[in-house]
């Protein structure tokens, strides 16, 4: 018997087929990125397949000036926020504009080394059962970061931010070290650096959760979609990240984040272990 969960997905699946304007549509949030953006977008419009309808929207969070930006690339928009709205509400700020089959949610920080797109829609394409997905996310060095990640509890942050080297089995359980690349597979939490998501469910959803004002939102985002699809990784392909990991070694970042995670458990309950 199909589930509800099911139900629900192909529901939404249904209710989007109506013919949208842009097979994708991208969302980056910029608090004084520029160059970072402008790296991507340089990479991008040269290996993005021509036949993929696109656009892409730059959130800015900032007073940095890049409404130039609109003129230096076709099919963009800059979109100037009033304040810093954080990750969330920033990548929110679209939701209303996107107008697309799939709508990738990308940090100002990513390098893209090959056309990821193209292959992540075809696989969308045919993986009606999957309403989010990711490809692999590597380093400059070329390792595979470890952003993909079963259920969040408080012992496995314990276990990230104290003892990484004292418990590092459960590190790389927590942080799926055990699960093959050779196909795609379902994943709990994805780092919100690169995700396409469907943008019919991106809306029904309303996007992310507004509480959280950056950190959390992406695990919590992960939650939801898993509740009435799936979230995978790709790991046909790939894009580059550099990831900072600020809130390591700031502590304004790392009070932010630690609220973030209070109000993620507040939510979905103060799982231990």
Known sequence: MMSEN??????TIRDAEV??????????????????????????????SPSLRKHVFIINNSTDAIQDLESKYQDLSVLQMSKNLGFGAGHNAVLNKIDSRYHAIVNPDIIYAKDAFSDLV??????????????????????????????????????????PKLLQKRLNYHTMQDVSLDK??????VQGS??????????QLCGFDERYFMYAEDADLCRRVNAISKVTVYPQTHVVHKWKKESHCSWKLLK??????????????????
């Open 6 to 11: 099911t139900n629900v997905l192909k529901e």
């Open 19 to 48: 013919d949208p304007r842009w097979d994708l549509t991208i969302s980056i949030v910029s608090y004084y990125n520029k160059k970072d953006i402008e790296n991507f977008l340089d990479s991008f419009y040269v290996l993005v």
């Open 122 to 163: 075809q696989y969308m394409d045919e993986s009606a059962d999957v309403g989010m997905t990711a490809p692999l996310i590597c380093g400059e060095d070329g390792h595979i970061q470890k952003v993909y990640r079963r259920q969040l509890t408080v012992f496995d942050l314990i276990v990230r931010y104290c003892f």
């Open 184 to 189: 795609p597979f379902v994943c709990d939490f």
């Open 194 to 203: 690169f995700l396409l998501i469907r943008s019919h469910l991106f809306q």
């Open 256 to 273: 932010i984040h630690a609220k973030s995670l209070i109000a993620y458990f507040h939510k979905w309950g103060w799982k231990i272990v």
